[in-house]
């Protein structure tokens, strides 16, 4: 099972990290995606992280300010979320994907579901003042 949890209420501007933990399986052969999808909006991804720790993908909307990470000891992912806009509201969500590797194809983070094989339990983030 993959679950994410850090996630809380913040003011624009502030910062939060995600974690991504995993049970059951160990994450470090696996390629990692954050996603996040906000109230009447379809889920999108944020970024996809290698198992080597390579980040290959980052959404326009948070390069720059988003950081994804990994600690293969801890069998954790992170995403270092700063400079948080109140469009970042979301509910976030870690993912594997079915190749077990980051998709080359921008299809995969516009829409994920054929491409995710497991989605974690998400965690919440707000931002507002």
């Known amino acids: 099972q993959l679950q994410a949890s850090g996630g809380g209420l913040v003011q624009p501007g502030g910062s939060l990290r995600l974690s991504c933990t995993a049970s059951g399986f160990t994450l470090d052969r696996y390629a990692i995606g954050w996603f996040r999808q906000a109230p009447g909006k379809e889920r999108e991804g944020v970024s996809c992280m290698t198992s080597s720790g390579v980040v290959l993908y980052y959404a326009d909307t948070v390069k720059g300010r988003f950081t994804a990470s990994r600690d293969n000891a801890k069998n954790t992912v992170y995403l270092q979320m700063n400079s948080l806009k109140p469009e970042d509201t979301a509910h976030y969500y870690c993912?594997?994907?079915?190749?077990?590797?980051?998709?080359?194809?921008?299809?995969?983070?516009?829409?994920?579901?054929?491409?995710?094989?497991?989605w974690g339990k998400g965690t919440q983030v707000t931002v507002s003042s």
């Open positions: 993912a594997s994907f079915r190749l077990g590797v980051c998709p080359y194809s921008a299809d995969a983070y516009e829409h994920p579901y054929k491409y995710v094989n497991y």
